[in-house]
């Protein structure tokens, strides 16, 4: 990440307070309060992975979905509720509203973003596109609706791999924006000709090789599970190395009973509950003495509180809207992402 996008990432996160914590006489009221709401508002909740556990288990009692960014995604298409309720940040809002334009999309909060979108603004990005005329432009879905509608392609990082490869057997030389780290994987995987932007994630990038070995020398039988947005040092010593729902399959799947996981740790909850008998182990991410911006879990996510969503059910503030046009020209990479995806599991 360059100088500019950390500033600008530095500057969101001061502004950002300390969740409350709430009492659990407190939590179940609200939880009470909220089902009652989505019920009465024929709404459903999507929440990813990197939520805070309260509000997957939220989702998971109402009906709705705990999920990657892609499963959300599909999810929320095809969902018959009228009105979505997405606890993550805010492209994904913007995600779920371009594929459902017929539908109401509310957050807990709007200003819950991520650094690799602000670490790729549309300007900037449109500029370095218009420089490479001859490529063909794959984005990461954590990017905002304009990015998106600039690309010729949108992946998450379950299918950026075979992606990539479908447009590398066509011999298509590739822009990939923004993570350098999740681009510089999938270059190396397919052997693609790619130009990478140069953004990174502020979770994935503050993990540690150094401190994933020393971890694993208290720790020998331990696996080493890595996403793909962390750097290449930690991934080369990775055993399994995924997309969210990937690593979980892997955790379900591995005879090993203690994993290093590499990624947000709002994932635990997930990997916990259908591993009770496992361990799971946060991955370091900062040395002796240093100190970290996100420490394992994205400071965006933890936005995502009972109360907010309480309010926003309430009152129908912070309602996710994508102007039409652009809308449409960002429903075009997205579908073949979904199309893509859907193709993969037949």
């Known amino acids: ?10 500057e969101h996160l001061s502004h950002l307070g300390e969740p409350e914590t709430l009492d659990a006489e407190k939590q179940a009221e609200l939880k009470e309060r909220i089902k009652a709401e989505l019920k009465a508002q024929d709404a459903v909740l999507v929440a990813h992975y990197y939520c805070d556990d309260i509000i997957q288990e939220l989702a998971e009692e109402t009906g709705g979905c705990v999920a990657d960014s892609l499963e959300m995604a599909r999810f929320g298409a095809n969902h018959p509720a009228s009105t979505l309720v997405v606890a993550g940040v805010k492209f994904m809002g913007e995600t779920a509203k371009i594929l459902s334009q017929e539908k109401r999309v509310l957050m807990p909060t709007l200003e819950a973003t991520c650094s690799l979108d602000l670490g790729c603004p549309v300007d900037e990005f449109s500029a370095f596109c218009d420089q490479h005329p ?3 432009v794959v984005v990461y879905a954590n990017t905002s609706a304009a990015v998106k509608a600039r690309a010729d392609w949108v992946v998450t990082s379950s299918i950026a791999v075979e992606v990539v490869e479908h447009l590398h057997s066509k011999g298509e030389k590739l822009i990939w924006a923004p993570d350098k780290h999740l681009g510089g994987y999938v270059q190396k995987k397919t052997g693609a000709d790619v130009l990478l932007w140069d953004s990174a994630c502020i979770v994935h990038e503050e993990f540690k090789a150094k401190g994933v070995l020393d971890l694993k020398k208290v720790y020998p039988d331990a696996a ?3 996403h793909p947005e962390s750097p290449e040092s930690v991934v080369d010593i990775a055993d399994v190395v995924g997309s969210t729902s ?4 892997a955790a379900q799947e591995m005879d090993n009973e203690t994993f290093i996981v590499a990624t947000d740790r709002g994932i635990f ?11 799971f182990l946060e991955a370091p991410t900062a040395g002796n003495g240093a100190t970290c911006r996100s420490c394992a879990h994205c400071p965006w996510m933890a936005m995502n509180a009972l109360e907010s969503m309480l309010h926003v059910l309430q009152t129908g503030d912070q309602e996710v809207f994508v102007d039409q046009a652009l809308g449409e020209k960002a429903m075009l990479p997205l579908t073949r992402m979904l199309d893509f995806g859907a193709q993969m599991k037949k």
Do not use: E, G, H
């Open 224 to 226: 080493v599970l890595v």
């Open 246 to 249: 990937q690593l979980i399959k």
């Open 269 to 279: 909850y997930k990997m916990q509950q259908l591993c009770p008998d496992k361990r």
């Open 134 to 136: 001859d490529r063909t």
């Open 1 to 10: 990440m360059n100088t500019a996008d950390k500033d600008l990432v530095r």
